[in-house]
């Protein structure tokens, strides 16, 4: 096996939105959380990952000769050391009792609803659900994710509402942010199932706010669940999470499916340089009111249509 090498190089704005240029032509869709660009180039992939840190990303070549590709952005680019192979870990649940959880999928789609799921969660499923694969849940393809949700939609209780981009523009226009439109709809899909199963105490939420921002949000609602525990990266934590993820995604990627069949192309996910070139010849081939109704107005990526 030829073992893949890499080098990791820092850049800033400017030297990103060089590299992108360069590459564009290879780019290739991705849906990582932190990956602004992601390219194959012979033998080479090439990826751009957002810092925590102000006008800083990293630069990422591997595969076969990185080093030749990355002295070309970095006289002083080396090899990065070689790291010992680690099995990734599933994840640890640390509430196995009865518990409701949501999450949510589509934020950052410019095609796409915003989907938000519920699911309850007993004692007695935690078994079938680690046979299932489901503790591992980030780790599934989308071809996965639709086999599964076949099956939670069926032997579970959830919740699931979906938010199309016609009706987000509206709120938007009124107003509202992201972050309110979600925490209305977690909102929403928690009491629909607290309302059936009062008993259960254990609520989890994906947390994606702050919870005094997000009750903030929620002052003026009817039936807010304020019983919530918030923690990041909540599908690792609760097996409610994780359920309620793969039902969210689930529900996108049919969603998606359908507008493909609708439209006749295949809709791409993300909000990257490629699916903002899908917008314009979208909006060439159907009209540029139709493309409005499919997306949401207010991201960056269609400044190139005027």
């Known amino acids: 096996m030829i073992e893949r090498k890499s080098v990791t190089i820092l850049i800033d704005e400017a030297k990103k939105n060089e590299v992108i240029n360069v590459y564009a032509p290879y780019e290739v869709e991705n849906n990582g959380e932190y990956i602004v660009f992601f390219a194959k180039l012979e033998g080479l992939i090439i990826s751009i990952y957002s810092s925590k840190k102000e006008n800083e990303y990293k630069l990422m070549f591997m595969g076969y000769d990185p080093l030749k590709e990355a002295i070309r952005w970095d006289k002083d680019a080396k090899i990065n050391p070689k790291k010992e192979k680690t099995t990734p870990k599933k994840a640890s649940w640390i509430c196995l009792e009865n518990q409701i959880g949501s999450d949510e999928v589509g934020t950052g789609d410019l095609f796409g609803p915003i989907c938000v799921a519920a699911a309850l969660v007993k004692e007695s499923d935690i078994q079938y659900l680690k046979e299932l694969g489901v503790d591992d849940s980030k780790r599934l393809n989308d071809d996965e994710i639709l086999r599964l949700g076949e099956i939670l939609i069926k032997k579970f209780k959830y919740s699931q509402i979906s938010l199309n981009n016609e009706k987000y523009n509206e709120l938007v226009d009124k107003g509202l942010n992201i972050n309110e439109m979600k925490c209305k709809m977690h909102n929403q899909v928690l009491h629909n199932l607290i309302e059936k199963y009062p008993d259960v105490k254990n609520v989890f939420v994906d947390q994606f706010l702050e919870s005094d921002k ?22 690792s934590y609760f097996p409610s999470v994780a359920v309620a993820s793969i039902i969210a995604r689930y529900s ?8 493909s069949n609708k439209y006749k192309k295949d809709i791409p996910f993300g909000a990257s340089k490629k699916v903002t070139k899908f917008a314009v010849d979208f ?7 139709e493309l409005l109704k499919n997306v949401k107005k207010n991201f960056a990526n269609l400044s190139e249509l005027d």
């Open 214 to 235: 997000y009750y903030k949000y929620l002052e003026d609602a009817k039936d807010v669940v304020n019983t919530i525990t918030f923690r990041t990266k909540g599908e």
């Open 252 to 259: 996108f990627l049919k969603k998606m499916e359908d507008m």
């Open 283 to 289: 909006a060439k081939a159907y009209g540029k009111d």
